[in-house]
Structure formats: structure tokens, C-alpha cells
């Protein structure tokens, strides 16, 4: 009874030194995400649901699988903030309806001309001014039209990402043809808006400094990648739920 005790006094001790070693990985991950979210999104309450993800983190946590903790408990904190701007859609339904409104005058453009579409063209579709079309795609930018990350990455969704889940036939078929399709309609999207995700996505760059690199306004490059979000929504229909 008493070694049942000590061991057990242990694995505590030793899951507190955890969460106390990996704090400062919550607070890390909790500004990065902010930074690439509205300003709604309060980096303290990422961090406390980092928090809770860090501590799940230590409680699960299983060596012999393999990873680091540090790379699992990234996973478990990112997810758990993730989880909690999910739960908390800043995104008004009326803006949700523009975005769809936008997406179909965009594919219907492009079916019609055989080209990109271009802003006026979408525009003129709806019967809106350029100003009121850009405004749409800021909020574009801002809003979950299209979750790149969910896409690429997928992990955080997982109750234990170490553990492998096993798929069906059809499940990998459809998420191999999913990813095939939609790394093609990035590859089709105009330069620039190819240029803003890669510099957003894959350098990890803010609005402001693709600004700099581009030598535009950081309301402009706003616009671009709203564009480009709801245009690669024009494109992946089929692929997407319906909303």
C-alpha cells in the first residue's frame, strides 16, 4: 500500500513538473495563433484553454509511442485552442451569407468567361460597388470560409493524436482526392493570391509584413487572400459540406 501510494505521489510530482517546464509553450502557441486571428480572438483565452490542453497533455501523455512530449503536448494545446475559436464562431451569419453569396458569383464568372474572375466582374454580378465587394473579401479573410489548416494538418481534431486511427478504404480515397483537388486549385489561383497563402501559410508571415514584401496596404493583402480563400471555396463545391 505504501509503494502504491509513493509511486502514485511520483507520477503526480512528475506531471506537475510538466505543465510547470511547458507553461511558457502555451503562452507561445497562444500568440502565434492570435496573431493570425481577429482581434476579437483574446490571446487569454487561448491560453487558458492551452492550459487545459497542456494539463490533458501530461495526464496522457505515453512515452513508449513514441513522440516527445513536447511535440505532443503541442498538439493537445493547439487543439484545445482551436477547439475554443471553434466554440466561438466571431463570424456574424449574415457575413457567412455574403461569403456564399460571393462564392457562387465567382464560380459563376469563371464557368461563364472561362478566366479568373476578376473584381469587377464579381461585382457587377451581385450588383454591388467595389467597395462594398472588398469589404466583403476582408471578412473573408478573417472568417472560417475555407480551413486551410484543418485541411493540411488534421491532427488537433484526434482525441490522441499518437495513436494511429485506422480509416476505411473510402475514407483515405476521399481524403487523398480532397487534398489532390484542392493542391490544385491553389496551383490555378492567380500569382498574387498563390503568393499571399504561401507567404501566410507556409512562411507564417502577418498581413502586415506580406504588405511590406509586396509593397502594398496591409488592408490589401486582407483583400487578396479573401479573395483567394473564397475563390478556392468557388472552386472546391463539390468537395466541401454545405453550409
Not at 451569407?97 to 466582374?121: C, I, P, Q, S, Y
Request: charged share 30%; with cysteine.
Amino acid at each position: 500500500m505504501n509503494a502504491l501510494l509513493s509511486y502514485t505521489e511520483n507520477q503526480k510530482v512528475g506531471k506537475d513538473d510538466l505543465v510547470t517546464r511547458y507553461a511558457p509553450l502555451v503562452k507561445r502557441i497562444a500568440y502565434h495563433l492570435a496573431g493570425r486571428m481577429p482581434p476579437s480572438v483574446q490571446v487569454d483565452d487561448l491560453m487558458q484553454a492551452g492550459m487545459i490542453g497542456l494539463l490533458e497533455a501530461a495526464r496522457n501523455y505515453d512515452a513508449s509511442q513514441g513522440a516527445s512530449f513536447e511535440t505532443y503536448a503541442s498538439i493537445r494545446i493547439r487543439g484545445a485552442m482551436l477547439d475554443e475559436i471553434r466554440k466561438t464562431d466571431w463570424t456574424p451569419r449574415s457575413v457567412h451569407r455574403k461569403l456564399r453569396m460571393v462564392a457562387e458569383a465567382v464560380r459563376e464568372v469563371e464557368n461563364r468567361t472561362g478566366r479568373d474572375a476578376r473584381d469587377a466582374d464579381v461585382a457587377k454580378t451581385l450588383n454591388i460597388s467595389i467597395d462594398e465587394y472588398h469589404q466583403i473579401l476582408q471578412d473573408a479573410s478573417s472568417a472560417r470560409v475555407f480551413s486551410m489548416e484543418d485541411v493540411l494538418e488534421g491532427a488537433e481534431d484526434s482525441d490522441n493524436p499518437m495513436v494511429v486511427q485506422e480509416p476505411g478504404p473510402l475514407d483515405g480515397l476521399e481524403r487523398e482526392g480532397f487534398r489532390q483537388a484542392l493542391a490544385e486549385a491553389i496551383g490555378n489561383l492567380p500569382e498574387r493570391e498563390r503568393l499571399v497563402l504561401s507567404l501566410y501559410y507556409d512562411e507564417e508571415l502577418n498581413l502586415r509584413e506580406i504588405g511590406e514584401v509586396l509593397g502594398v496596404s496591409e488592408s490589401r493583402v486582407c483583400q487578396i487572400h479573401g479573395q483567394a480563400m473564397l475563390r478556392l471555396r468557388a472552386r472546391m463545391t463539390e468537395w466541401l459540406p454545405a453550409r
